[in-house]
């Protein structure tokens, strides 16, 4: 008996194994060797040195970039996360209440989430252009050109960009969420002579609680560790988030102790802000089962 468990243990480590190994090889020890490399000097020639916290110190007191990339980082995530949240529930509850479009619709917001990222990209890029389509429509009205890339629009034209290529996913998500919510609730919600507003605030936002946090969690992540737009479309200081700094510590200036000690930095903050959201937003989060 003991034999055939001994064999179903190894079966199943058998089975995970190829997980296990990936994970140790491109999770664990990548991990394990940047938390070394923060505490040395490195220029990716030599051998590294170590200094100690001297590279957190650094970052935190001599670093120019550092507080405004945590600065545009924040910026970044909370209105992405604020407008593809509201504009995803919102197109998802006006979606639902014409079933009869129901899939046109769903699949028409949906394209922009299955589109290549860089392709996507240069879409935007080629929209955003002195001479592209948004700049010409302006010119047509009589308006002055943008320049959607300059320092004091580069962010809010990378929010447009991210919204709108991360709104068809959050409309999958609420479409389901808001077609469960039981329909004998909003009967007796009828009943009682209940606005349209009040039977979402009390029928349906609680419903979709879940929905709602795990897509608000998710998005605190992505916006935290973003990095693509501003790499593609560029836009200077205005938009150097965290990752992207990191990058540049990397690979142009081939600083690896201050990169890995950001990159822990990044994590510590990620970690903190998703335990806060955990924490307190989950108490707000309601389950069918009543847990």
């Known amino acids: 008996m003991r034999r055939k468990k001994d064999k179903t243990v190894l079966q199943c480590l058998a089975y995970i194994s190829p997980w296990i190994i990936g994970f140790l090889c491109f999770g664990l020890f990548p991990m394990g060797y940047s938390l070394y490399m923060s505490f040395c000097s490195y220029q990716m020639v030599g051998e590294p040195k170590f200094v100690g916290f001297q590279n957190y110190i650094d970052l935190f007191t001599t670093e120019r970039y550092f507080l405004k990339t945590i600065e545009n980082t924040f910026v970044f995530m909370g209105f992405t996360t604020v407008f593809g949240m509201g ?106 002579g209940a606005s349209s507003w009040k039977k979402f ?29 501003m790499m593609m479309l560029g836009g200077g200081t205005a938009t150097r988030t965290a990752t992207l700094q990191i990058y540049n510590y990397a690979m142009t200036d081939r600083m690896m102790g201050y990169a890995s000690a950001y990159s822990w930095i990044v994590f510590v903050i990620v970690m903190i802000v998703t335990f806060i959201f955990f924490k307190f937003g989950g108490r707000k989060v309601y389950y069918a089962d009543g847990d």
Not at 135 to 155: I, P, Y
Not at 201 to 219: E, G, R
Request: proline share 6%; hydrophobic share 50%.
């Open 87 to 192: 504009l995803g529930l919102g197109f998802a509850l006006l979606i639902n209440s014409i079933p009869k479009f129901k899939r046109f619709f769903q699949t028409l917001y949906y394209l922009p989430a299955i589109l290549p990222f860089i392709a996507g990209t240069m879409l935007w890029e080629s929209m955003y252009a002195q001479y592209g389509i948004l700049n010409s429509v302006l010119n047509t009205v009589g308006m002055e050109r943008v320049k959607f890339m300059s320092q004091d629009n580069a962010m809010r034209s990378l929010i447009l960009m991210a919204v709108w290529g991360n709104i068809g996913g959050k409309i999958t998500m609420f479409l389901p969420a808001v077609a469960g919510v039981p329909s004998e609730l909003m009967e007796s919600m009828d009943l009682d």
């Open 201 to 229: 605030v009390h029928v349906t936002l609680p419903m979709i609680s879940p929905t709602i946090f795990y897509l608000l969690i998710m998005d605190i992540i992505g916006g935290l560790q973003a990095y693509g737009p």
